[in-house]
């Protein structure tokens, strides 16, 4: 009933009951009750300051919503549909438990405004826990690049075998991306970190407020400089989902190479049995359904990205209902990464590395045939040529079956008389590793300094 809404002024019509659903937010953006109640009371306490609303009823309205606070977090709150969102839900329930100072709560203020500071408050603390997962990540590669230390697998491109690496290296690439992602994280919660509240529905108030003040109440380096721009402005959410996708490509990424390693192909890892399941048809199965999953969940958040952006489109100033559109993107984002990274985070750590394997992997493919070709160069022969020299063992060792090591002095002889005996020591996969040590390489020196560099740095 129109009796019932706090806009029913206007209206002689109830609200038709669908139009009522259909057009409500509160089943969704209840989550956002703790950050409402804060803001409420950062501005109530501001208007009474500003002797814009009287102290008791300053007074009132704040313990009226800490009370209502504890109510929703007990789980005796009902939230109702007809009161649309969680705003007046709130406010609501407040007036008709204090009366007439709850009513004085909306002055010099918006839903526009409000919402737009409710959701800065909550993403502001959900990047800060997106952060807190991606340092528990990072642990778990560091960790597994220590324990490993010194393990040789075959590094790959177009996923043919090219060069032996440490697995170490191989995590701390990892290392990179979700040190990386941490930083986006980061700038994106700094350049969310401004007060729209104050924009009121769109072009400021004519109460003499105090945006300064709610500020720093509300822990914002500062106000939002344009009212149209503070109600209307998304770009803190469609910065998070656009971390948040480079983030997943980056899960998706690992979880494949996380696949692949699971395979009897493979066979280079074992995830642990709790973060797999059995077939139910075929009993000898161990699918890696966790990485699977996650790789999956990077599509739900492209799309995220992509429906808030859409949404955003050509919208013209200032508030616009379409924005109420912008939550259940950014809320199942900020759970999907979440979640995503909680589980890497405890799979990686757990994962056991099969090093035999991957040493005697990285044995074959003729991963060692870059250095006969650098061992050449440093002969005297030009680059171009020595890949010609050594094409052409390839080939040979291709028809005879054998590995570049196994050719005897004499049948490297026969493909430059610049191979002495002491090829064989250059062209093992341990030399082959440790001799790439400049920075931003394989080798053993190398990779054991950037763990020490960034167990520092973390
Ligand atoms: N539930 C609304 C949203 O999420 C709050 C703002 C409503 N403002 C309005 N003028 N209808 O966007």
Redesign the pocket.
Known sequence: MSKDKLWGGRFSQPTDKFVEEFTA?IDF?KRLYRQDIRGSIAHARMLGRQGIIPQTDVDAIVSGLEEILARIESGDFDFSVSL??I?MNIEARLSAAIGEAGKRLHTGR???D??AVDIRLYLREEIGEVTRYLDLLVDALLFQAEANLGVIMPGYTHLQVAQPILFSHHMLAYVEMFRRDKGRMEDCAKRLNFLPLGAG?LAGTTFPIDREYVAIELEFSGPTRNSLDSVSDRDFALEFISASSILMMHLSRFSEELILWSTSEFNFIELSDSFCTGSSIMPQKKNPDVPELVRGKTGRVYGNLMALLTVMKALPLA?N?D??E??EPLFDTIDTVKGSLKIFAEMVREMRIKAEVMLQAAAEGFSNATDVADYLVRTGMPFREAHEVVGKSVRYCIEQGKKLEELTPAEWQGFSKQIGDDIYAAITLEASVNARSATGGTALVRVKAEIERLKKEI
């Open positions: 937010s953006d649309e969102d705003h918006s839903r526009n409000q919402v529905a508030y209902k924005m109420q912008d939550k």
